[in-house]
């Protein structure tokens, strides 16, 4: 437009402001920058957009850019005009009139202050007075994701002494600067921070600085330490836990009198918005316990311990986890009777050091010793414990604590009254979590009683004796609990015993042999090593030498009685020595000698027989001694059995096995030969009666020699029966003659030997009462054996005997099976016809009445009444006709049958007409089922029952046979007992006593050098 151009007009565009400096008018007050009432200079007013006139010659007016401000951006202002500073202050305070400093009068006018402003430009066009304000733009404050922001406040009031940190004030997160200086912000590091987020903040005011999140880790945890807040009290080292947010907010730290230096509470795994400049944050790795192993902790603060206390007592702290707890609770210093197991914990490792093994050297221990403590299969630990109170006087160990977990809660042990030292409770095996500072464990093997033997229990822990016993007496025995040796032994197996505070002896519960021999090749190691062959002097003066055996046994239940009596040398130092509690010997391959018997043997059995048979043959001469043998061998049985009972042991039984006689005496005790006069066939025949031909050669039992010379025939003749009998049964099976006479003999060997089985075995038993039963009983069983016996010998001859009476019986059978087989197909049609005629006949009869029933409805007889063939009389036509065709359907299949009968009675009839082409294949059959020797059996039974003769003449020659076959038993068991069932006896028991320490003998003789070699040396291994 043609007005812009004149001069003195002043065009302002909307982007644009107008600065107006006056050439000419009164000069500016000293103090003044800026005309406020048209001083000469720059004035305070500014033109906005649009046209304005100012006259050339007085006025210049320069155009400038408006200030405009970015959304991510502020203005710091500087207004070179205003009033003073108050002294101390370092920025402007906010004019809330001076429209965001485009009103310069009224900046001025409401007292604007020279010099930074606190006020700030946001995002928008500002028309300011440039020549008033200097604007500075700079980018706001952004923090970023995992950020904060740190406040520093360069104006403010002074932090009072002592202070590090201005408390917080409400100022809008520092975006309001005068609200800060209003509501008394200090000049310092502020507790308050900036979190994620943009901010419109004076950085002229506020030094802001950016630092990371604190981030601990899954497995890491946070330890602090205070800058800031209320000084320690004097002999406390860590600051106590107040609610500040996990270290978040710092304001209420201090508020709520959080202490200077490092805290007891942690930083669990996280993000957390934390001033670093108040907390320092050490990132430490959890605890890690790892399987199997265990962690000690020592504490370096709390309690201190009281005098004699060993370890701290444990408290509920949450496994060290809640270090507050841990103090409040009572918590002491030092090492920690608590221990932790498997897993991750989250311990403040500035109050706590936890020891596991990959430290454990640092603190004098081995790794080893924080691991799960393992108790071996078949071992046991035994316990000593290095806390709690002193044993009493006396005590060499602590009794047994209930309710610790086998010392896995020390503080359970301590509080219960638990002892220091060896402990009377053990562990078995398995895997234990143990304070390696509270206890010490000793593994030792389970207690091994082996079968056949007892364990006598000797215990140095419990009550004392005199409050089970009033007086202790020599021999005594006392319950479980109390000391010395316990009166219920323990049964074979293995067992759990502390060998450190109870010993165990072994006592064997089976029967033991003594020899009083000399024999020079009798290991060490037996029971009766040291006895040797008796030298006796008789009542005439001359010395005998006298072999002995003593049996004894001694019972579960009298063990500690005998153990108490005899006592057990080296009880009290008790080792664990192969096959527990025994010496090896080379006996019975590895037989075991128990210590407790030798002292049995050497302290009361050999003195005792040795002083019984001294004194015994002083009352005998010597003849007299060797011919009463048997009565002096009772009477030296009663008096050791009443002597060893008030020891606990039973004598099962004394013998006198060998009486050495003087040289001068041998040759009247020299027994004459006898001459054997039998032949050899009489041997034999004695022998098949199943007699000692020895003992019937003597001419004291000559009869007796008749008599089973007769039962000895009779065996034979049976087993020679026997032959025909089993060979004709075998030819009727198989039809071989080889094959009758190998299994015939055979046969007749079973038989022999059976008879004489029987014989052998049919004597009188001696019984220890009156009763007859026992040989009632066994008579009986063996007539029944040799009563069949004699019919299954019997059976076949009698076959043989009636052999063409059988052939006929079993020809006519055949015959008739032949003809049955036949008849056979016609029979079944016949059966098939007479079925289908009864349930024709029923059908005909439903017919009949069916049709009547039909009739009658029609002609409204019945039924309805109603004359007609209506519906209902339809349904009885069609019953009627159904019924009537069934009827026809069996009369047809009846018809089929009978011509079917029909061609079956023809074919018979060419079978019969020509038998040796048609019936060959029949035949054939038949014979083969009706041949056999049961066919033949079935038949003699028929005939049996047909015919009385053959049934008589059956019965008498199977009453023979019975008759020959248990005539040998009858005549040897209603005999009386003769001269020779005596010797016999005699000479039975000889052999048997001498068969039984012949036996003793060799087990003692059959000593290998290998066997003795290894036996010194597991001795020598012991005794070292």
Request: glycine fraction near 8%; charge should be negative; charged fraction near 25%.
């Given at each position: ?10 065009v302002?565009?909307?982007d ?8 000419f ?5 000293s103090?003044?920058?800026i005309a406020?009432?048209?001083?000469m200079?720059w ?6 957009p ?12 320069f ?29 402007g305070?906010v004019v ?21 402003q ?16 200097s ?11 995992y ?17 590090t940190?201005g ?41 802001i ?25 004097l ?5 106590k ?15 709520n ?24 944050v050490?990132?430490?790795p959890l605890i890690?316990?790892?399987s ?15 005098p ?21 609770n009572?918590g ?18 500035e ?18 010793q ?13 316990v000593?414990?290095?806390d709690?109170k ?26 219960k ?14 895997f ?19 079968t056949?033997?007892?364990g006598?229990?000797?215990s140095?822990?419990?009550?004392n004796?005199?409050a089970?016993?009033?007086q202790?007496?020599?021999g ?12 219920i ?11 450190r ?8 519960v ?37 072999e ?26 008790y ?27 050497n302290?009361?059995?050999e ?25 002096i061998?009772?009477?030296?049985t009663?008096?050791?059995?009443s ?13 006198i096995?060998e ?38 050669a003597?001419?004291?039992?000559l009869?007796e020699r ?16 026997a ?78 005997l009636?052999?063409?009476e ?26 098939e ?7 024709k006949?029923?059908y ?7 049709e ?5 409805e ?7 009444g ?19 065709q ?5 009369d ?8 079917t ?6 074919e ?15 035949k ?17 039974e ?14 008498l ?6 008759t ?24 039975e028991?000889q052999?048997?006593y ?9 087990q003692?003789?059959l000593l290998?050098e ?8 597991k001795?020598?291994d012991?005794?070292?």
């Amino acid at each position: 437009m043609a007005i812009d151009r004149v001069p003195g007009v002043y065009v302002i565009s909307q982007d644009e402001v107008g600065i107006v400096y006056k050439k000419f008018g009164s000069p500016l007050p000293s103090n003044r920058q800026i005309a406020l009432n048209g001083e000469m200079g720059w004035q305070v007013d500014t033109l906005g957009p649009g046209r304005h006139f100012r006259s050339r010659l007085t006025y210049k007016v320069f155009k400038q850019k408006a200030i405009q401000i970015d959304k991510d951006e502020i203005g710091l202002v500087t207004a070179n005009d205003g009033a003073s500073l108050p002294t101390g202050k370092m920025f402007g305070k906010v004019v809330e009139e001076c429209d965001d400093f485009q009103d310069g009068r009224a900046f001025i006018n409401n007292g604007g202050q020279r010099g930074r402003q606190l006020g700030i430009l946001r995002n928008g066009i500002y028309r300011i007075n440039t020549q008033l304000f200097s604007v500075e733009i700079r980018p706001i404050i952004h923090i970023n994701d995992y950020e904060i922001g740190l406040v520093e406040a360069k104006d403010g009031k002074p932090l009072p002494i002592g202070k590090t940190f201005g408390d917080a004030v409400e100022c809008n997160n520092f975006e309001d600067a005068q609200a800060f200086i209003n509501n008394g912000g200090y000049r310092s590091q502020q507790l308050k921070i900036i979190t994620t987020g943009k901010y419109a903040i004076n950085t002229e005011l506020f030094k802001i600085k950016r630092v990371e999140l604190i981030k601990i880790g899954v497995n890491e945890v946070g330890l602090v330490e205070a800058r800031d807040g209320e000084p320690l009290p004097l002999g406390q080292n860590f600051g106590k836990v107040v609610e500040c947010g996990t270290f978040q907010d710092a304001e209420a730290f201090i508020k709520n009198g959080g202490q200077q230096g490092n805290q007891l509470a942690i930083i669990p795994p996280g993000i957390h918005y934390i001033n670093t400049e108040l907390f320092k944050v050490h990132n430490v790795p959890l605890i890690n316990i790892r399987s199997g192993e265990i962690g000690l902790v020592i504490a370096q603060d709390g309690a201190e311990l009281p005098p004699g206390q060993i370890l701290a007592k444990a408290v509920d702290c949450e496994n060290f986890q809640n270090a507050e707890a841990f103090l409040n609770n009572g918590g002491q210093q030092g090492k920690q009777r608590a221990i932790l197991t498997e897993g991750y914990y989250r311990i403040n490792t500035e109050l706590f050091t936890v020891v596991t093994t990959d430290n454990a050297k640092q603190y004098g221990l081995n790794p080893e010793q924080l691991k799960v403590y393992r108790v071996e299969s078949g071992k046991i630990g035994i316990v000593t414990t290095f806390d709690g109170k002193p044993l009493p006087g006396g005590d060499i160990a602590g009794p047994v604590i209930e309710g610790h977990n086998k010392f896995q809660e020390p503080q359970e042990f301590i509080d219960k009254g638990g002892y220091r030292g060896l402990q009377e409770e053990f562990i078995e095996e398995g895997f234990w979590s143990l304070n390696p500072w509270f206890v010490e464990v000793e593994q030792v093997p389970l207690t091994n009683i082996k079968t056949g033997t007892v364990g006598v229990l000797i215990s140095n822990v419990g009550k004392n004796s005199q409050a089970n016993q009033e007086q202790t007496t020599y021999g005594s025995q006392f319950n479980i609990g109390y000391k010395g040796i316990q009166n219920i032994p323990r049964e074979a197996g293995t067992h759990p015993i502390n060998t450190r505070v109870k010993s165990i002896v072994i006592v064997p519960v089976h029967e033991i042999t003594l020899d009083w021999r000399t024999d020079k090749n009798k290991p060490a190691t037996n029971y009766d090593s040291n006895l040797e062959t008796l030298k006796l002097r008789s009542k005439d003066g001359f010395i005998l030498n006298l072999e002995v055996t003593q049996v004894i046994n001694i019972s579960p239940k009298n063990s500690p009685k005998m153990i108490s009596r005899v006592g057990s040398p080296n009880a009290n130092s008790y080792k664990q020595v192969e096959e527990q509690g025994g010496v090896l010997s080379c006996l019975s391959n590895g037989a075991v000698k128990y210590s407790s018997i030798k002292n049995l043997v050497n302290r009361v059995l050999e003195p005792m027989v040795d002083n019984y048979f001294r004194n015994s043959a002083q009352e005998y001469n010597v003849l007299d001694f060797l011919q009463q043998r048997d009565q002096i061998q009772e009477r030296a049985t009663e008096h050791i059995k009443s002597a060893l009972n008030a020891y606990g042991v039973e004598a099962v039984g004394t013998f006198i096995n060998e009486i050495g006689l003087p040289a001068e005496l041998q040759h009247l005790i020299q027994a004459p030969t006898i001459k054997d006069n039998l032949n050899s066939l009489e041997k034999f025949l004695l022998w098949s009666a199943g007699a000692d031909h020895d003992i019937l050669a003597q001419k004291e039992c000559l009869i007796e020699r008749y008599k089973y010379t007769a039962i000895g025939t009779t065996v034979l003749l049976t087993s020679t029966t026997a032959i025909f009998s089993g060979g004709y049964a075998l030819f009727t099976v198989f039809g071989s003659v080889a094959a009758s006479c190998v299994g015939g003999t055979f046969w007749s060997f079973i038989v022999f030997n059976l008879d004489r089985f029987l014989i052998l075995s049919s004597k009188r038993i001696k019984s220890d009462s009156n009763s007859n039963l026992p040989f009632i009983a066994a008579t009986i069983l063996r007539l029944i054996i040799a009563l069949l016996l004699s019919f299954v010998v019997a059976k076949p001859l009698e076959l043989r005997l009636f052999e063409k009476e059988i052939n006929q019986k079993i020809e006519q059978d055949k015959n008739d099976i032949r003809e049955e087989k036949i008849n056979e197909p016609i029979k079944e049609l016949e059966q098939e016809i007479k079925g289908l005629n009864e349930e024709k006949d029923k059908y005909k009869n439903e017919w009949k009445d069916a049709e009547n029933a039909a009739n009658a409805e029609a002609e409204g007889t019945q039924g309805t009444g109603q004359f007609g063939k209506g519906i209902v009389y339809q349904d009885k036509r069609n019953y009627a006709d159904e019924i009537k065709q069934k009827f026809i359907e069996l009369d047809n299949k009846v018809k089929d049958k009978e011509e079917t009968i029909d061609k079956l009675r023809q074919e018979r009839n060419l079978i019969l007409q020509s038998p040796e082409s048609n019936l060959e294949q029949l035949k054939e059959q038949i014979d083969k089922e009706s041949d056999g020797f049961l066919a033949r059996l079935v038949a003699l039974e028929e005939l049996s029952k047909d015919d009385p003769n053959i049934r008589n003449i059956n019965w008498l020659i199977t009453a023979l046979f019975v008759t020959i076959e248990i005539s040998p038993i009858l005549v040897k068991l209603l005999s009386g007992k003769g001269p020779y069932d005596y010797l016999l006896e005699q000479k039975e028991s000889q052999e048997n006593y001498n068969e039984y320490f012949r036996i003793k003998k060799e087990q003692r003789l059959l000593l290998s050098e290998e066997l003795s070699k290894k036996y010194m040396k597991k001795i020598n291994d012991f005794e070292q």
